[in-house]
């Protein structure tokens, strides 16, 4: 079966650091396009960062851009999501997403809850 299930959410405060990490299994991790989603309460699911197969390509959203940094270890199967001066409003649930390029495969992680809070 596929999973992805992700890890390293928790509690930490503004300005603060936290890295999450999502592993897969079930899939050939790298020939998979690797992205982050999250989720704040009462809002719409976002994308944050997608990474490509080798790592050669990184796209941020706008509002992470200088702030979080995304990677992949193939030989792991491991996605991560390096999170640096973390504000309130990153608060979320963080989703770790597998897409497989021109094909109907895609899958989601349980998702991981960041809280940013003093």
């Known amino acids: 079966q596929v999973q992805l299930v992700e890890s390293g959410g928790g509690l930490v405060q503004p300005g603060g650091s936290l890295t999450l990490s999502c592993t897969a299994s079930?899939?050939?991790?790298?020939?998979?396009?690797m992205n982050w989603f999250r989720q704040a309460p009462g809002k719409q699911r976002e994308f944050v960062a997608t990474?490509?197969?080798?790592?050669?390509?990184?796209t941020y959203a706008d509002s992470v851009k200088g702030r979080f940094t995304i990677s992949r270890a193939n030989a792991r199967n491991t996605l991560y999501l390096q999170m640096n001066t973390l504000r309130p409003e990153d608060t979320a649930v963080y989703y770790c997403?597998?897409?497989?390029?021109?094909?109907?495969?895609?899958?989601w992680g349980q998702g991981t809850q960041v809280s940013v809070s003093s």
């Open positions: 997403n597998g897409y497989l390029p021109g094909t109907s495969h895609n899958y």
């Open positions: 990474i490509t197969t080798s790592g050669g390509g990184i």
């Open positions: 079930g899939i050939t991790f790298r020939i998979y396009t």
